[in-house]
Nanobody, 126 residues
Framework: QVQLVESGGGSVQAGGSLRLSCANS????????MAWLRQAPGKGRERVAQ?????????HYPEFVKGRFTISRDSTKNTIYLQMNSLKPEDTAMYYC??????????????????WGQGTQVTVSS
């Protein structure tokens, strides 16, 4: 059974930083694509970072987080991370870790991912 468990959310002031973690247990096949997505109240889930769990060092970010968010992985721990800097109030959302078997595509949306974590809340105050 695949389990993705997020941690590291919390409340910070604008300009602050948070680091999210997602531990993957039960899915050990490669390649795979893992991502962080977020959902604010009343909005759909949007992808904020994506990383390839294979031989290449592919990562992808939408423009609205480029330069502020960094996704990374520790393959030995089956864990991915999201370092979020220069946080803004509009970054407030529930953040989810997700996994899709196979490769990554810059065009993936939430519907493309097969497995999801339970989410961790990030709140940024002004």
């Amino acid at each position: 059974q695949v389990q993705l468990v997020e941690s590291g959310g919390g409340s910070v002031q604008a300009g602050g930083s948070l680091r999210l973690s997602c531990a993957n247990s039960g899915y050990t096949y490669h390649p795979a694509c893992m991502a962080w997505l977020r959902q604010a109240p009343g909005k759909g889930r949007e992808r904020v970072a994506q990383i390839y769990m294979g031989g290449s060092k592919y990562t992808h970010y939408p423009e609205f987080v480029k330069g502020r968010f960094t996704i990374s992985r520790d393959s030995t721990k089956n864990t991915i991370y999201l370092q979020m800097n220069s946080l803004k109030p509009e970054d407030t959302a529930m953040y989810y870790c997700a996994l899709k078997s196979g490769g990554c595509s810059n065009d993936y949306t939430a519907a493309d991912f097969d497995y999801w974590g339970q989410g961790t809340q990030v709140t940024v105050s002004s």
